[in-house]
C-alpha cells in the first residue's frame, strides 16, 4: 500500500521539474519544524531573523559567490516587496554566478592537489560542471557522468575525473569522500582502528575501478588529449596494498558481472540511487554545510554509523527528499536558504555554543577563497559587478584565471578546514594589507569618488560597496570626520583599505 | 558517584589509583631540564615516508633488502647508506633511533600521529603539533619575529589544534622568496591612520558577533604588523650569506630551506620545520631516493656543521624523520608505507651522539631491541627542549589532556 503512492510522487515530482521549479517552502517548514524540536527540547529559545541587508550578503555570498554590488544593495533595501527574499533566492540560482561558483565548489572535491593533477587539463571539466550546474542537472546524473563517462576529455569531459588521479586507492578515497561522505582510505593497508571498515570491504568496493585506465592522443599542431575508458590498457595503478577481491557494493550485493562488461556504470547506477543510503545523506550533509557552517554530521566526510548526526531527523527528511525530488540540487538549496534556521540573525557576543549547535542564531562563518578572490575585484571594480572571462581564449583570461586560482590556493590554507575558524595567518594577511593587488585601491577610488563626494556620502557608498549595507549611525559620524580632518588624496584610500581588511568584510554573518 | 570530568582531574593531581606512575615522570621531567641547554629545533620533515632499509637501517646480508650499499662512519661500528656520505662523517653528534614502532600507515593519519604524538581523532580532540607545542612553551607571544615556521606545504598535521590560531606555524612557500608581502608603501604615519580605521571597525564588529574569528584576526594581525615593523625579518634573506656557505647546503628548495632553518634559529625562532617531499615511492623506489638522497645528505650535513661552527648545536635539537618508514623488501620497483619498524635520527641539543638505539630484525621487518612508540619519541624531544611533556592543557570542553599521552618516557638513552 505504501509503495505504490511513493512511486506515483517521484514520478510527480520529475513532470513538475521539467515544467516549473517545484514549492520549496512545504520543506523549510520542515526544517524548521525539525530544529525548533529540539530547540524546545533543550529549553533553547530561538534568536529573531536577520534584517534585509544581513539576508542579502548571506545569501548572495552563499548562493552566488561574491558579496552584493552596491546597486543591488540599494535595491533591495528600498524594495517593499513582501516576497523579495524568496526572489532573490530565485534570481540568483537563475544567474550565471550561481553555476560558477558550483563549478568552483565541485572542481575542488574533484581534483586532487597533487602535481601529477596540476599538469593535466581542468578546463573542460571546470566549463562542463559551469554548464550542468547552470542547466541544473540533476546530481545523480552528474555523478554518473563523472563516474561512469568514456571517451576523450573534450567529448566527455566528466572523464576528467580519472585523469587526474593516478591509482585505484585516489579514486576509491575520494569516491568514499565525496560521494558516500565515507572515511575509508585507512581500510587500505588494515581494518579501520576506530570503525568496523574491514580492508577487504574497500577492495571490494575499489575492485570497480580496476578497469578504467587513461587515453592519450597526441595531435600534430593541437597538443596532448587526455581521457578514461575502462578498455585503455594503461590502467590506473595499484598500490603493493592492494588485495584481489571481486567488485561489490559497501555493505551492499556482489552484482554479477562478465569480465568484458564496463564495471563503472554499475558502480554509478548503485551509486545514484535513491535506495543508496549513503548518496543523498553525503550531499545534503555537505550542502547543509555549505549554507550553515557546520555539517548535521561532523566532520562532513566521515558520515559512518559510530558518528551521528546533530538533527538524524533532519539529515533523514533531507535525505529522503533529495532522493524523492530527482536530486534536484537548487531545490534542496531554495529549501534551506527559505528556512528560519538560515535566515536568523548571528549569534550576539556571549551566546552559548549550544545556541549555535542548536541553529538558535546563525554563526559567523569565513568568507571561501573563491568569495574573497571575486568580492575584493568586485569592491576594487567599484562595486560594480564584473563579469568574468567564461572562456580561456585569449592571454587576458589565461592570466585572469591563473591569477584567480592561484589567490585561491594561497588562501586555502588548510583543504578541509572549518569556515567557523580563522586560518588565515600572517602571509595570507600581509597579501591583503600589502600585496599589488591592493595598490589597486587608489583607482578604485576614482571609480568611488568620481563625482567628488561628500565626505557623508563618500563612506556610506564605501561601507555599502564592501560591508553590503548602510553605515550606522555612530559610524558614520566617526568615518566623515576622519574623512573630513583629513584632506589628503590618500585618505579615502586608506578608510577603503581598512574596510576590505576588517573582519566583517572577510566573513559571512 | 564521580563524574567522568572529576574522575580525568583527580588523576591528573595524582589523588587516584596511578599516583606513583604519574609522579614518576614529571620529577624526571624536571630533572631534566637543568641538562639540555636546547632552545630552538629544527625539524628536517621527508614527507611521504622515507624508506630505512635504504638510509640508517641498512641490511647488507639480504639482497632484497635494497639495493645501496652501507658505508663506515666517523663512529666505529656504525653503518649508514652509501647516499649519506658527508652525513657519515657527523655520526658522533647523531642518535639513529632505529627502534621505531608506530601504528599508523597511511599519510594523513601518520603525519597527525607523528606531528602530534596521538592518534587522529582520538578521544574527539585535535592535538597541537610538536611545532605549536615547542612555539607555547619555549617561544614568546611578544616576539617580533613568529615562534614557528615551516618552510612546507601546509597540512592539517601542522596545526595548533586546540591551542588555537595564536600557535599556528608562518608557511614560508619558498626560502629565496622569504616572507612575501613584507614590504609596504605606505609611510608609517599612514600605516598608523590605517589601523585606527581598521580598529574602529573591529569594535563594531566585536560589539554585535558572537565569534572567534575576530579574535584571531586581530591576533595574526597584530603579529604580522609587528613583523613588517622589526629589523629581525633580515634572518630571512638569503642573500647575505656567501655563495659558498649557499653550496654547500645545496641550490635546491630543501637545501635553501636548511640554511634559511639555522638562520631563523639564529635570530632565536624556537621551531622551524624544513620539509622534503616525494619519499612516498610505491611504484619506482632507486632512483626516487637517489636524488632525494642528493639533496637530503649536504643539506642536513651543513646545517649540523653549520650550527657546530656557529656554537649553535648544543642549544639546537635537529629531528629528521617522516611519517613512517617504508615495507624492507620491494612490491615490484617500489616500497609501501611500513610503521611497524623504521628509523628516525636525532642530532644536537646536548644529547649522547654516536649511537643508535633500538634494533629491527635480520629484514628490518620488526624491532627486535627497544621499541621506541610515538609517545617515547615525543617526551624525548619535549624533554631535550625543556618542556615539561606531563603538562596538561584543557582541551575543548575542559577535558584535561597531557603534552604527551600517558605511557609516554624520554629515552634516558638520549640524554647525557
Known sequence: MTRFPMAFLVSLVAVASLAAAPDAAPLAKQIDA??????????????????????????????????????????????????????????LLASPLYARQQADIWKELLIPKTAAAARRNHLPLVNWLRDSFAANKPIGQLTREILAGSGMQTDNPGTTFYVVHESVDQVTDRVSRVFLGLQLQCAQCHDHPFQDWKRDEYWALAGFFSKVGTLFQRVPDKGDFYGASETSKSKLMRPPSAREVPPQFLRGDKPTLAADQPY???????????????????????????????????????????????????????????????????????????????????????????????????????????????????????????????????????????????????????????????????????????????????????????A????????????????????RPEELEKLTGFLAKNKDAQAPGDLLWALLNSTEFYTNH | ???????????????????????????????????????????????????????????????????????????????????????????????VLRGMSTVENEHLRARVHLRTGYRDGQGGVHYPSIGSVVSRERGDLESPLPNYVAIAQSDRSHGPGYF??????????????????????????????????????????????????????????????????????????????SARTRDAYGRNKFGQGCLLARRLVEAEVPFVEVSLGGWDTHFENNDAIRKLSAQCD??????????????????????????????????????????KAWSTVLMGAGIKGGQTVGQTDKIGATVVERPISVADFMAT?????????????DAPGGRPVPLVQKGGRAMPEILR
Open chain 1, 264 to 450: 563503472l556504470p554499475v558502480l554509478a547506477g548503485w551509486l545514484t540511487s535513491a535506495e543508496n543510503p549513503y548518496f543523498a545523506r553525503a550531499l545534503v550533509n555537505r550542502t547543509w554545510h555549505h549554507f550553515l557552517g557546520m555539517g548535521l554530521v561532523n566532520p562532513i566526510e566521515d558520515m559512518s554509523a559510530k558518528n551521528p548526526a546533530t538533527h538524524p531527523e533532519l539529515l533523514e527528511l533531507l535525505a529522503r527528499s533529495y532522493a524523492q525530488a530527482g536530486f534536484d540540487h537548487q531545490h534542496l538549496i531554495r529549501a534551506i536558504c527559505l528556512s528560519n534556521a538560515y535566515q536568523r540573525r548571528s549569534l550576539p557576543p556571549g551566546a552559548s555554543d549550544r545556541a549555535g549547535k542548536l541553529y538558535a542564531g546563525r554563526l559567523v562563518k569565513i568568507m571561501t577563497p573563491f568569495q574573497l578572490h571575486d568580492s575584493i575585484e568586485q569592491v576594487l571594480n567599484g562595486g560594480k559587478h564584473k563579469p568574468w572571462p567564461t572562456t580561456w581564449e585569449d592571454k587576458a583570461d589565461i592570466r585572469f584565471h591563473g591569477s584567480r586560482n592561484g589567490f585561491a590556493n594561497f588562501f586555502n590554507v588548510e583543504e578541509g578546514a572549518s569556515p567557523l575558524e580563522y586560518k588565515a595567518g600572517i602571509p595570507q594577511v600581509l597579501r591583503l594589507m600589502n600585496s599589488r593587488e591592493m595598490s589597486r585601491i587608489a583607482n578604485a577610488l576614482k571609480e568611488f569618488n568620481a
Open chain 2, 164 to 241: 588555537g590560531a595564536v600557535y599556528q606555524p608562518l608557511f614560508v612557500n619558498d626560502p629565496e622568496k622569504g616572507v612575501e608581502n613584507l614590504k609596504t608603501l605606505a609611510p608609517t604615519a599612514q600605516q598608523d591612520r590605517r589601523f585606527g580605521l581598521l580598529d574602529n571597525l573591529e569594535q563594531g564588529f566585536k560589539e554585535r558577533y558572537a565569534s572567534t574569528i575576530q579574535g584571531d584576526h586581530a591576533t595574526v594581525y597584530r603579529r604580522a604588523v609587528g613583523l613588517m615593523r622589526t629589523e629581525k625579518t633580515k634572518a630571512f634573506e638569503l642573500d647575505s650569506e
Open chain 2, 1 to 95: 558517584m564521580i563524574s567522568r570530568r572529576d574522575w580525568l582531574r583527580t588523576t591528573a593531581l595524582g589523588l587516584g589509583g596511578a599516583s606513583l606512575s604519574g609522579w614518576l615522570p614529571r620529577l624526571a621531567a624536571q630533572a631534566a631540564q637543568q641538562q639540555s641547554k636546547a632552545k630552538s629545533c629544527i625539524l628536517l620533515w621527508m614527507d611521504g615516508g622515507p624508506p630505512h632499509t635504504d638510509t640508517f637501517d641498512l641490511k647488507p646480508e639480504e639482497p632484497d633488502c635494497g639495493i645501496f650499499k652501507p658505508i663506515d662512519t666517523a663512529v666505529p661500528g656504525i653503518q649508514i647508506s652509501e647516499l649519506y656520505p658527508q652525513f657519515a662523517k657527523m655520526m658522533k653528534e647523531a642518535a
Open chain 2, 381 to 393: 624531544i619535549c624533554r631535550l627542549m625543556q618542556i615539561d611533556y606531563t603538562k596538561e592543557y
Open chain 2, 298 to 339: 649536504p643539506a642536513m650535513s651543513a646545517l649540523v656543521d653549520d650550527l657546530k661552527q656557529r656554537g649553535l648545536l648544543d642549544s639546537t635539537l635537529v629531528v629528521w624523520m617522516g611519517e613512517f618508514g617504508r615495507t624492507p623488501k620491494f612490491k615490484g620497483k617500489g616500497r609501501d608505507h611500513y610503521a
Open chain 1, 34 to 91: 525539525e530544529i525548533q524540536k529540539k530547540l524546545d527540547a533543550e529549553k533553547v529559545p530561538a534568536g529573531p531573523l536577520c534584517d534585509d541587508a544581513e539576508f542579502l550578503h548571506r545569501v548572495y555570498l552563499d548562493v552566488a559567490g561574491v558579496v552584493p554590488p552596491s546597486d543591488k544593495v540599494r535595491e533591495f533595501l528600498d524594495s517593499k516587496e513582501a516576497d523579495k527574499r524568496a526572489k532573490i533566492i530565485d534570481e
Open chain 1, 452 to 471: 567628488g563626494e561628500q565626505p557623508a556620502k563618500l563612506a556610506e557608498k564605501l561601507v555599502l560597496a564592501t560591508l553590503s549595507r548602510a553605515p
